[in-house]
């Protein structure tokens, strides 16, 4: 059987309701500053997510810019040459001497 004195050192050691209240509000208070945070991280990391998309979206535009581009250089370098090989042609028919200078 438990005495007053045992009952005595139990409440000494042991928590209270009140302890477990301080101890619960404390936790209550620093868990709305971590959501707090958490959902400015959240925002954040949204913000860099869109960031990225638009840059993703950026480069992606500028590769087909540069593919057309690619494409219009060997077109109008194939069109060069045709026309450099009639100039030849039609000087050697006229009799012309394309010199270099």
């Known amino acids: 059987m438990l005495n007053d004195q045992d009952i005595n050192k139990l409440t000494s ?3 209270t309701k009140s302890d477990i209240q301080e101890v ?3 936790l209550d208070s620093k868990f709305l500053v971590l959501k707090s945070d958490i959902q400015d991280v959240k925002k954040d ?3 860099l997510r869109e960031a990225i998309q638009g840059m993703m979206v ?3 535009n500028l ?3 540069i593919s057309d581009l690619r494409l219009e250089y060997a077109a109008i370098s194939t069109q060069l040459t045709r026309h450099e090989r009639w100039i030849k042609q039609i000087a050697e028919k006229v009799g012309l001497n394309l010199a270099m200078e």
Do not use: F, P, T, Y
């Open 13 to 15: 050691v042991l928590a």
């Open 24 to 26: 619960r509000d404390d």
């Open 45 to 47: 990391v949204e913000g």
């Open 58 to 60: 950026s480069i992606d």
């Open 63 to 65: 590769a087909k810019v």
